[in-house]
Structures are given as structure tokens and as C-alpha cells.
């Protein structure tokens, strides 16, 4: 039978949520949290810690994941996918056992519903519920459990089609921004991001000693008849190209209606924001920093891909405007990592998801103020996205491409109209801001696509071409 280690270490290599894959990264080491289930319960159920490190001679920092455990004293036959290992247990008087992702567990799962409806508190482990004006939410406590498969980063389960938890897999010490932001805003009664119902919170040894902490789950509504907005913007899009000799107004499909309401739910929660989190001022000095950094992002792109270099001069202009800008920039918690994947389109209207910010960031760097023109940035750069994304379908078709880039540019428009009708301040007067975080946006997607969709490449090299231009 093999270790314990190396059982972890296989099983979690065929997992989305593990971002080691494609790195000579070995587990280490796993710790475990106090027992969810009571003594002698099966299937048996904790928490385990896995460390992953480079390997020897190599500097890479330690890593933990979150790993929850059940244990059962016989293999489960719809659980096969599930099977982390077989091991015999000194925890549990050295019996015999078999060993699952607890999340897929519907046996085990209810621990975690009973700790955040009552509040548990656990040695090292902390249930949270969170109140809210007027809750009309309530999770029935025999909800069974229903993990999506949508998640990339996390693993979510949906109970009863009430209730969404939302398990974190990679952990930092330190509040997650997510758990934050959104329960800030769901106790200040907001409307526009679903219900925070509670959260947990765990202990976990340092490697090298001492403890850390952090959010090890959040739970919210479920928002269960939401479509999200990539999928609702691309359907406009399909309709578009399948009348290609009609204008994006003229379309059934048309978006431009629903961008227009969702710069407006933008611009409220950054509202929101502001009044539950406080403001704080840039000077001109914080600007050149964000500028300089900027350049280095545009030089080590451009090195890497060649495609970007014949634009670098022009992206490098807007740069240099912000890093000449002598006016104070107002900057509070935002999104940090907004497009159309992280908004719902309810019958109550848009909703706002997923606050963690950019999951390549660290904490301190998604818990940092920013300026809500870089959330704005985003969006816009995911409305071409949209529109862009199915001319694979159409190459060659110059009709189809211009209708892509009326498309992008009417729903800009929209989102941007909206968003100013609430803010009273029109983003698109905010051209240096703007513009900047535009340029280091499609920096950032040249990078991915180079390295992960080749065939999406032309997408931000267009837009590139466009800001330098070109």
C-alpha cells in the first residue's frame, strides 16, 4: 500500500482545484483539524492541511490546500471518483479504512450545513453565521448536498437548492476578500450580491512553526434560477451573427438593454462599497508606482510574445499619462477581477459574485483599495471578449466582424451609460485611468491566451493594436 503522502499527492494531481499541475511539486506533509463528526461516528469526519513544496534545492513556497476527510470503515460504491486512499488510521485505534473527499460525500457533508446554521464552535475551527436585515433564507437541516462542477479554483455544493457553500482550496493566512466584502455588504442589506448566510474559519500549523488562520468556507444563497452573464451576453451574440445583415438594435437578442442595467448595479455596489468599507485618497506619487509596474508587466509580455511588441510604444503612451497625472485618485474595495463570468442575471435583476479578486494575486493584493475604473476595465474588455469569441465560427467573414465590433462597442456604451446614470460620473471621462487599466488588462490576456487558448490570441492583440493606435 502506498503512504499516506503519496495517496494525497495522486488523488489531488487529478484535481481542477489544484494549481500544481504542470510543477515538479511534491506533498510534503498533511496536517488535520479537530473532528465535525462525534466520536465514534461514521463515516468519520475532519479536515486535512496538505503542504506542497518544490522539490529539494528548489526555493518555491509552501503551499497548504484544504482537503476535508471522511472516513469509512468499507469502500463506498458511488464514491469511486471521491477516493483519496486506503490506509489504516492511528487516529481512529488503527482501523482499516477508506478515505474520500468529504465534499462529495453526502454522509459528511451535513457537518458543515449543521456548523454554519448553529453556529459552531470547534478547538481550532469556527462556524460564523452572518445576520442580516429582513433573512427570509432558510436552509431545511436535512438539505441534501450537490457539488457543481463549474468551479475551477474552489469546490462549491449546493444544499436544497437554498443554499450555495463555497469551499476554498488554496489558503492564506488572513480574511479572504470574498468572505469580506460580501458579508459587509449582505449586513448593510444590499440587494445586488447574493445572501451571505455565514462563513467558517480554521487554525492550521505553519510550516516552520507557529499557526496560521484563515476563511475556509462561505456560504450564500443560491441564486437557482440565475443565468450568468457570459452565458446571457454570448446568446446575444449567436442571435446577432445568425442575422448578419442587421445591427445589434435590430436583433431580438439585444444586449445592449441589460448592460445599460448592469453598469447601474456596478455602480451602486461600488457605492455600497464605499460606505461599508471606507475610501482612501492615491496621490500622484501612488500613480507612478502603479505606472512603472505597468511597464514592467508591457516588457516582460512583449518579450515573451512577439505578436505584442509592434504595439508596446503605443500601449507604453498610456502609461506615461498615468504616471503624468497630478490629480488625487479616490480608490476603496472593489471586485478586482470583474467580467461577465461574475455577474448573475436574476428575475430580481443583476447580482455581483465571486470578490476574491484575481486568484494569481496574493492576499494582501486582493484586499488592497483600488480605483472601481479598474472593475470597469474589466467588464469592458469581457464585453469584446464575448463578442469576439465565436468568430472562429465566421473567419473570414468581414460582415460578421464588423457586427463583433458593434456589438462590443454598442454594450460598452450601455454599461458605461448605466454605470454613470448612478455614479454621477461618467467613467469614460476618466480617460487616463481608463485607458491604463485597458492596456494592462489586454497585457494580461495576451500572456494567458499565448499560454493557454493560441487560437483566442487575436482577440487581445486587436484590442491592443486599438489602444496603441494602431
Not at 448573475?344 to 455581483?352: E, H, M, V
Request: glycine share 8%; hydrophobic share 40%; with cysteine.
Amino acid at each position: 500500500m502506498n503512504s499516506h503522502l503519496d495517496q494525497v499527492q495522486s488523488f489531488c494531481a487529478g484535481q481542477r482545484w489544484f494549481g500544481e499541475k504542470g510543477h515538479d511539486v511534491r506533498v510534503e506533509a498533511m496536517a488535520t483539524s479537530v473532528w465535525l463528526s462525534d466520536e465514534g461516528a461514521w463515516p468519520a469526519v475532519r479536515i486535512g492541511f496538505v503542504y506542497c513544496a518544490g522539490p529539494p534545492g528548489v526555493e518555491i513556497p509552501i503551499r497548504v490546500y484544504q482537503l476535508p476527510l471522511s472516513y469509512h470503515r468499507t469502500p463506498v460504491d458511488n464514491l469511486g471518483h471521491a477516493l483519496i486512499g486506503e490506509w489504516v488510521e492511528p487516529d481512529l485505534d488503527d482501523a482499516e479504512v477508506w478515505v474520500y473527499d468529504a465534499l462529495h460525500d453526502k454522509e459528511a457533508t451535513p457537518y458543515w450545513l449543521d456548523g454554519l446554521t448553529h453556529g459552531r464552535q470547534l478547538d481550532g475551527l469556527e462556524f460564523h453565521p452572518v445576520q442580516a436585515p429582513d433573512r427570509k433564507i432558510e436552509v431545511p437541516e436535512d438539505a441534501q448536498s450537490l457539488v457543481l462542477t463549474v468551479e475551477q479554483s474552489n469546490t462549491s455544493l449546493v444544499f436544497g437548492d437554498v443554499a450555495l457553500l463555497k469551499v476554498f482550496r488554496r489558503l492564506e493566512p488572513g480574511s479572504n476578500p470574498g468572505v469580506e466584502i460580501e458579508s459587509a455588504l449582505t449586513e448593510s442589506g444590499s440587494e445586488l450580491v447574493p445572501e451571505v448566510l455565514g462563513s467558517a474559519r480554521g487554525r492550521w500549523p505553519r510550516a516552520g512553526g507557529g499557526t496560521d488562520s484563515g476563511e475556509l468556507a462561505m456560504m450564500t444563497a443560491f441564486q437557482s434560477n440565475a443565468t450568468d452573464g457570459w452565458s446571457f451576453a454570448t446568446s446575444s451574440v449567436r442571435d446577432l451573427y445568425a442575422e448578419a445583415d442587421l445591427h445589434a438594435e435590430e436583433v431580438g437578442g439585444d444586449f445592449a438593454p441589460e448592460s445599460h442595467r448592469l453598469g447601474a448595479s456596478t455602480a451602486q455596489v461600488h457605492s455600497e462599497l464605499a460606505k461599508a468599507l471606507g475610501t482612501d485618497i492615491w496621490e500622484p506619487a501612488k500613480l507612478v508606482e502603479h505606472a512603472d509596474a505597468m511597464r514592467r508587466r508591457l516588457d516582460k509580455a512583449a518579450a515573451a510574445i512577439p505578436e505584442l511588441a509592434p504595439y508596446a510604444d503605443g500601449l507604453t503612451r498610456a502609461f506615461d499619462a498615468l504616471a503624468a497625472y497630478d490629480q488625487p485618485v479616490t480608490v476603496q474595495r472593489i471586485h478586482g477581477d470583474f467580467h461577465l463570468g461574475q455577474v448573475l442575471r436574476t428575475i430580481d435583476g443583476w447580482k455581483l459574485i465571486d470578490f476574491e479578486g484575481e486568484p494569481a494575486k496574493s492576499l494582501i493584493e486582493r484586499r488592497a483599495l483600488d480605483t472601481p475604473v479598474k472593475d470597469i476595465a474589466g467588464m469592458l474588455r469581457s464585453f469584446d471578449y464575448a463578442a469576439r469569441s465565436l468568430l472562429a465560427d465566421h473567419r473570414g467573414d468581414q460582415q460578421i466582424a464588423y457586427r463583433a465590433t458593434e456589438w462590443a462597442a454598442r454594450n460598452q456604451q450601455a454599461f458605461c451609460d448605466g454605470y454613470a446614470e448612478v455614479a454621477g460620473t461618467d467613467p469614460r471621462e476618466q480617460t487616463v485611468l481608463l485607458n491604463s487599466f485597458l492596456a494592462d488588462k489586454v497585457i494580461y490576456e495576451v500572456l494567458y491566451e499565448a499560454r493557454n487558448r493560441p487560437t483566442w490570441l487575436q482577440i487581445p492583440l486587436s484590442a491592443a493594436a486599438h489602444l496603441a493606435g494602431q
